[in-house]
């Protein structure tokens, strides 16, 4: 099937330095991705929607201005997590689109979990 | 607003055993709706989905079955193995006003399968 994946697989930072996480679909092409935010036991939480060529869509609550989102190719959406704080600990999962609408179908990277000190 | 709801876990079976995992949800519109696997170590996988009433999803031993009176998605297996403890979330996908794609994942629920 469809690989997605994400580096890295975990990173730890200092209090206010940014990271960021990149989410790739390997043998195929995503016009939309998708990033997930996972805190332990818990469900998965839509961020927002990253579409290629175009600015990203916020779930309410999420901060823009410190979750930047850019999608710059078809194969390639990066989250950068700025002025990290240690609330912005978790586990982040990106999923790429594959398919037209009605018959898409979503595939995940395998997470990356971010710990900051 | 649109949610999914799941059993709380852990659950943990002897090899061979029956499985389910319920999951209920509640939504505006006609969603589809998914069961992902999620093993050790590794990234979400699609296990099964139905897009409408009545439709039965099945993959690797493993059904569900839409029901649209009961908002209903169990996930039923009738001889569990070793090698599918993981984690299994419950999902819809309804499209939002507008266009577009959204899913919306229940908590999760994490199976233990002992030899």
């Known amino acids: 099937g469809a690989v997605v994946s994400q580096h890295p697989s975990w990173v730890i930072c200092k209090s206010g330095t940014s990271v960021k996480i990149e989410c790739r679909s390997l043998?195929?092409?995503?016009?939309?991705m998708f990033w997930y935010r996972q805190f332990p036991k818990q469900s998965l939480m839509l961020m927002a929607t990253s579409n290629e060529g175009s600015k990203a869509t916020y779930e309410q609550g999420v901060e823009k201005d410190k979750f930047l989102i850019n999608h710059a190719s078809l194969t390639l959406s990066t989250l950068t997590v700025t002025s990290a704080h240690p609330e912005d600990s978790s586990f982040y999962i990106c999923?790429?689109?594959?398919?037209?609408?009605?018959?898409?179908?979503?595939?995940f990277g395998p997470g990356t979990r971010l710990t900051v000190t | 607003g649109n949610s999914v709801t799941q059993m709380e876990g852990p659950v943990t079976l002897s090899e061979e055993a029956f499985l389910t995992i319920n999951c209920t949800y509640t939504a505006t519109g006609y969603p589809s709706l998914f069961w992902y696997v999620q093993y050790p170590g590794e990234g979400l996988q699609l296990l099964l989905k139905?897009?409408?009433?009545?439709d039965k999803g099945s993959n690797k031993g493993f059904e569900a079955t839409y029901r649209k009176e009961t908002t209903s998605f169990h996930l039923e297996k009738g001889s569990v193995q070793v090698s599918d403890s993981a984690v299994y979330f419950c999902?819809?996908?309804?499209?939002?006003?507008?266009?577009?794609?959204?899913?919306?994942f229940g908590a999760g629920t994490r199976l233990f399968v002992k030899a």
């Open positions: 999923s790429a689109l594959m398919g037209l609408a009605g018959e898409s179908e979503q595939y």
């Open positions: 999902a819809l996908s309804d499209p939002p006003v507008g266009g577009g794609f959204k899913t919306i």
């Open positions: 043998d195929f092409q995503a016009t939309t």
């Open positions: 139905a897009t409408k009433a009545d």
